[in-house]
């Protein structure tokens, strides 16, 4: 049964890539002009070439879609015109999380249209619309490999417009030429098209995926054939100047209130149709936008996305070098000090950056990065400079490897503009990365080695290890291993722990069933920690089960056996109570459930439980999301995370409460105002961020920010919890961001 499952899926898999190759889709050149309105108007479409018959990808890949699509291509030499037509199974409603941009998730109505511009299977462009007329755009990269590979932080300037019509809904976009890169006289680009129908819970695809790959994996792209080569689009400049305003109050230390006033900016430059050059001058990193809380019950740092602009464009060129844990750079680095005193992140301020990225040619990719950090008298911090070199080179089909070399270096004194360095005050990074990716991406892949060099150098100061996945229709198998020294501190990077050994493998087994259940199927998996001075620190091995049905819904069940050694003293509730002593070791059983309901309803949540042992108590957890859409215009959520932790005598016992209510109203597609709070009582803290957003002009906003955040007290009153708070700092940000196309 195996073997001809296996046979099944060899067969199914090479037809769907030579049928994949044999597509094509021509792009027509008009002279004419487009009207943005989402009608046919302009007889140019009638003559446009039209992919059609889209396969299923959820719940099935067998067959052709149930609600069938049509895409039609125009260009002329400022713009690509993409025309799409959506059919609809009978009369019906159309679903969205709300007005608001770069929407995602299986909760929506869409259409992505996915431009492959080197056919390298590895980086894409993608643009998407839905049938209110929100926009998105984003970028792939490794291949597409999994949902992690795909980002909506980058933005971009592009139009387009959307009807709902009887039996029915159309899009119509334009793209520039200047807001995508490509090689300059190329005749064609990979191309693919995916449509996500709630109605029906449907997901289809012009180039057929199957279902055990991710529907943005590149590696079956079909191929748009351009009628006459692509040219230069001319001069591509854009500016992005930024005033922002900024007053704050710090009632704890009792200072007076604080008004800045900043002004600077980002330029990107097209040095050529591949080629991009960034520029920041005085960057404003003001949070807009907040991180969201966690309860840390980690003994180890926590790691948050990058958001700001100068970093986004081919960010994976710089940052998907190592893996999770094991990052050698971070941009968030990049802009934060920490004072050795208190232990305090401190923003740091930017005197200027570059950054140039992209394609020398459609196997070699490049990029360079240059940022310098200002003096902090404060803390006793000189000016930095923060420096990062990367090449990618593309071997095979769909591999490639990589060299990075990153270098962070203080200078003796910035304040009157001497520069000079301090060559006893740096720290260097070298190292290089091979990601694997097979044609039709049943294997990927990646080795990775990294060398830190420090003042004194001392041993062990590397990261070696890297991980394999084996996916067919029926099987998922992945293994990974690292290596870390105890002396690798790569300061522009992320490292979770340094001097281990660590050995972790997963294994699922899938079954079709017919029904409501679109797939599940048993797993296990394993995960070791050691290290040669401790012999084991931690390990776990799991009992897994995953059901996912038709409707969206999810369900994941894991039953664990989980060992840890405390080489240091440690404090379990992470509320400053007695710690456990170091030399001390811990076995536990815990089981851990996870079910998400149908997102396509109003009403839709997501419930999380890890409960069992911990260390030498218990731990109960209940953590999740509750939200409720009054679609199109608000969206009301609850995140939370409770967890009541019982340890024995003299140790703490904790009940750890976090809460995050949010509101995020969408007035219209320009207009947005978010309020997000959140109580967190492991650090005695609620903050209040209130934001309103107007986006005045295509990747264009106003921000007007309100922040808060005050100390809490809780306490027993006559049998009721008493929460009492005072302010702490209070902030009100103003900014403005302009986008200019020069």
């Known amino acids: 049964m195996l073997t001809a499952r296996f046979v099944l899926f060899v067969l199914t898999s090479v037809t769907l890539y030579i ?60 713009n690509i015109y993409v025309f799409a037509k959506m059919y609809n199974n009978g009369p019906r409603a159309y679903v969205t999380p709300s007005l608001r941009r770069d929407f995602r998730g299986e909760a929506n109505d869409g259409i992505s249209f996915v431009f492959d511009t080197f056919r390298d299977r590895t980086n894409a462009f993608m643009f998407g619309i839905n049938p209110f007329g929100v926009q998105r755009e984003g970028l792939i990269a490794n291949g597409g490999s ?37 090689k300059d006289g ?19 695809t012009w180039a057929p995926i199957p279902r055990n790959f991710d529907i943005v994996n590149l590696a079956f792209g079909r191929t748009l054939q351009w ?6 689009p001319g001069a591509n400049i854009s500016l992005i100047p930024y005033v922002a305003d900024l007053q704050s109050k710090n009632f704890l230390e009792a200072t007076p209130a604080n008004h800045n006033f900043e002004a600077g900016g980002d330029a990107k430059i097209a040095v050529s149709p591949a080629l991009n050059l960034d520029l920041t001058f005085n960057p404003d990193f003001s949070q807009v936008e907040v991180d969201q809380q966690v309860t840390n019950l980690d003994r180890f740092e926590i790691f948050f996305p990058e958001r700001r602009q100068f970093f986004l464009e081919n960010a994976d060129l710089f940052a998907d070098f190592g893996v999770d844990g094991t990052r050698p750079f971070f941009s968030r680095r990049i802009g934060i000090a920490v004072d050795t005193a208190t232990g305090q992140n401190l923003q740091n301020p930017l005197y200027f950056g570059a950054r140039l990225s992209g394609k020398l040619n459609n196997n070699l990719r490049l990029g360079v990065l240059s940022v310098q950090a200002a003096r902090e008298k404060s803390i006793g911090l000189p000016s930095v400079n923060y420096s990062v070199a990367t090449l990618q080179q593309k071997i095979w089909s769909r591999s490639n490897i990589g060299f990075i070399f990153i270098n962070k270096q203080a200078f003796r004194d910035s304040i009157n503009g001497d520069f ?15 990601n694997l990716a097979t044609a039709d991406n049943t294997w990927n892949g990646k080795i990775f080695y990294h060398q830190a060099f420090l003042p004194n150098q001392p041993d062990s100061a590397f990261a070696l290890g890297g991980f394999i996945n084996y996916n067919t229709y029926t099987w998922q198998v992945n293994f990974f291993t690292r290596s870390v020294g105890k002396n690798y501190y790569p300061e522009v990077g992320f490292v979770r722990r340094r001097d281990i050994q660590q050995a972790a493998g997963t294994i699922f087994y899938n079954f079709y069933p017919a029904g409501g259940i679109q797939s599940h199927g048993p797993g296990f998996d394993f995960d070791i920690t050691g290290n040669d001075t401790y012999g084991f620190l931690d390990w776990d091995v799991n009992l897994l089960y995953r059901i996912r049905w038709k409707n969206t819904a999810r369900l994941n069940i894991r039953l664990r056996r989980e060992y840890t050694y405390l080489f240091s003293s440690y404090d379990p509730t992470e509320t400053n109570g007695p710690e456990l002593p170091a030399d001390s070791e811990y076995y536990n059983y815990l089981g851990q459930v996870e079910f998400s309901s149908d997102t396509r309803k109003k009403f839709f949540y997501q419930i999380r439980s890890r409960s069992g042992g911990y260390f030498n108590g218990t731990r109960i957890n209940l953590s999740g999301q509750i939200s409720y859409r009054m679609q199109p215009y608000a969206l009301f959520s609850v995140d939370f995370a409770l967890n009541q932790i019982r340890l024995p005598q ?13 509101i995020d109203v969408t ?43 005050y100390a809490t007290e809780t306490y027993l009153q006559d049998s009721l919890l008493i929460t009492r708070g005072q302010p702490k700092l209070r902030a009100f940000v103003f900014k403005l961001t302009y986008w200019l196309n020069i």
Not at 45 to 61: C, T
Not at 651 to 656: G, I, K, P, R, S
């Open 667 to 709: 007035l219209t597609r320009s207009l947005f105002w978010t309020t997000f709070v959140q109580y967190n009582n492991q650090i005695n803290n609620v903050n209040i961020n209130s934001r309103l957003q107007w986006r005045f002009a295509p990747v264009s906003d106003l921000f007007l920010v309100y922040t808060d955040n």
């Open 186 to 204: 190329e005749t064609r680009w990979y191309v693919n098209f995916y449509r996500i129908d709630s109605h029906q819970a449907e997901r289809s």
């Open 227 to 232: 009628e006459q080569p692509l040219k230069k």
């Open 650 to 662: 003299p140790y703490n016992d904790a009940n750890l409460i976090l809460i995050s209510p949010r």
């Open 420 to 434: 000079t360095f301090r060559p006893d005050n740096y720290n260097r990074l070298a190292g290089f990365d091979f």
């Open 19 to 78: 049928g994949t190759l044999a597509q094509t889709l021509v792009a027509r050149k008009i002279s004419g002009s487009i009207t943005l309105d989402g009608e046919m108007n302009e007889p140019e479409w009638l003559r446009a070439d039209v992919a059609g018959n889209f396969r299923q990808y959820f719940p099935f890949d067998t067959a052709y879609a149930n609600a069938q699509t049509e895409i039609r291509i125009l260009y002329d030499d400022a």
């Open 146 to 182: 999994d949902s992690d590979n795909f980002s909506l932080t980058w933005d971009n300037k592009w139009y387009a417009a959307a009807r709902q019509l009887e039996g029915y809904w159309t899009a119509e976009a334009a793209i520039p030429f200047k807001s995508i890169r490509f």
